[in-house]
């Protein structure tokens, strides 16, 4: 059987291997003799001609077309071309983060023949073993199962995939379909020490319960791999793929603090030798001194927080479960111990006023940070904030995914917004001590995504 996997294209300044899409190419390569082709428009940077030419040259079983909610226009529009080509009916399907919340939506604009909520390796398994019968198979739905984005037509809830609970059993994502030399130099932090970056998960899920995430809720928990096998394919990616950066892109990657001690050890003790970061985030309330220490030890250069906002109230209305004094100690530590700090900020959330946002634009700018991004709130399906504001809101998905706010709190315009993230930006990153770093780090082969990044953010709009 050939399976054919697209990555749609849009448009975007951040860009890295389709991690998701690259297990379960491994996963069915490996239980059920699968061949498997992928197209990564977004890399490529293809037309929907150019993918419609390789679906028709590949002659795939199935393909299936990965969709969040920032290309979700993209990744419905590819599915019904396929489904317009003439004298063939190939069997197309969409998983991935915004199926998963918008099952019936994601159906009905996209006349795909079915979706995957959840993760999608067990599920693609069982329909390859079926002879791509998709009925009956947990976490697969086509449109006539459904009622709506949440109900089956025999009114039970929806239910997600069944999970491969020992990630262990998973094989290394397929870097040979995409390897990361392939990929341009560090869309994810924007800047990076090293070229190729090497992605490494060590984990699935986080149990923290922030509102505006939807990780929460499409793991449920947190899964984690041994770190044996984890340092196994570091080893793995730095031998066979010349990574020269290694970035962990867990939702929580400290979470367990036994296990983020064990694999810093296992870095040490292995003698591997590269620079680490985390790009994605760490919670600030689950590193100490200590550990900060350890981390910096085995290489971590580049530490990234959730910060969201300073004001604890806000903090407290996002069930963020940290405080601002706690956020800034783990930020003072970390630059102590010679890290570079980054953080990352939402503005626009519940309670947001705009003497709020001069108080989260005083800390930052006053902060011991290095780098900062900016975001207006988007409203993540999935994400329990979705939810609570679900009839104040609709989702446009026309637009650029951070160029506008979806939601606004009472007495702020979307105005406000955007210029308090162009303000802060500016007072930000001009101060002479950031900008000289910032300048130092950038690698000339940046500045275009750069600079695309400053025209997505409004930093040139005059208002
Ligand atoms: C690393 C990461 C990135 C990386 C790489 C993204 C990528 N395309 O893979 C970068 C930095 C590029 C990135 C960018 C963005 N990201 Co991001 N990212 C993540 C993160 C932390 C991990 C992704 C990952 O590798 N997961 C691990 C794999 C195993 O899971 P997975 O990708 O979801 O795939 C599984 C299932 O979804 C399913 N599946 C996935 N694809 C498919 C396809 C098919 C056909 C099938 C059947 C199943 C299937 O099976 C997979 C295996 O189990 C997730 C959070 C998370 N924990 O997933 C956020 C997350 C995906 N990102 C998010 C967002 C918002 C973005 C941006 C829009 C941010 C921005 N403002 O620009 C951009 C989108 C641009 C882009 N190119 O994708 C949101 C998406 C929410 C949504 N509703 O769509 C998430 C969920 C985080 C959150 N806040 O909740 N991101
Ligand atoms: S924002 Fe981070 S810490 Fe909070 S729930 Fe999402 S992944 Fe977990």
Sequence with gaps: MKVLFIIPNFDSYVMAPPLGVLYISSYIKKYSNA???????????????????????????????????AFYNQAVSISKKIKEIQNKNYITYLGGVHPTFMP????????????????????????????????????????????????????????????????????????QMLPPDTYPHSPHAVIARGNPIGIVMTSRGCPSRCTFCSSNNFYKGIRQRSVSNV?????????????????????????????IIELCNALLENNIKIDWSTPNGVRADR???????????????????????????????????????????????????????QGNFIFG????????????????????????????LRLLPGSDLSRQLKEKYTLDYSHSFI???????????????????????????????????????????QTKYILKCMVNYHLFKLW
């Design 35 to 69: 061949s498997v082709v992928i197209i990564d428009a977004l890399r490529d940077n293809l037309t929907y001609d150019q993918i419609i030419e390789t679906v028709n040259k590949e002659n795939p079983d199935i393909i299936g077309i990965h969709c969040l909610t």
């Design 104 to 175: 019936y939506t994601t159906l009905k604009d996209s006349k795909a023949d079915f979706v995957v909520l959840g993760e999608g390796e067990i599920p693609l398994k069982k329909i390859l073993d079926n002879n791509l019968n998709y009925h009956n198979i947990q976490g697969v739905y086509s449109i006539n199962d459904l009622k709506d984005d949440e109900f089956q037509i025999n009114g039970d809830p929806v239910k997600k995939a069944e999970t491969v609970m020992d990630l262990d059993s998973i094989p290394f994502p397929d870097w």
């Design 231 to 259: 340092i196994e394919e570091v080893k793995y990616q730095i031998n066979n793929l010349g990574i020269k950066e290694l970035q962990f892109t867990d939702d929580n990657l400290t979470f367990n603090r036994n296990y």
């Design 287 to 341: 590193v100490d001194k200590e550990l900060l220490a350890l981390m910096k030890k085995s290489g971590c250069y580049l530490i990234d927080f959730g910060i969201e906002s300073a004001n604890n109230q806000i903090l407290k209305n996002i069930r963020k479960g940290e405080t601002i004094e706690q956020i800034d100690n783990s930020i003072n530590i970390a630059h102590e111990m010679g890290m570079i700090t």
């Design 349 to 376: 959330l519940p309670g947001e006023t705009k003497e709020t946002m001069q108080e989260t634009i005083n800390y930052a700018v006053k902060s011991k940070l290095d780098r900062a991004g900016f975001f207006a």
């Design 403 to 445: 160029s506008k706010p979806d939601w606004l709190p009472d007495n702020l315009s979307e105005k406000d917004i955007l210029r308090t993230i162009q303000k802060v930006y500016w007072k930000f990153y001009f101060r002479p001590k950031r900008l000289w770093n910032l300048l130092n780090d950038i690698p000339i082969s």
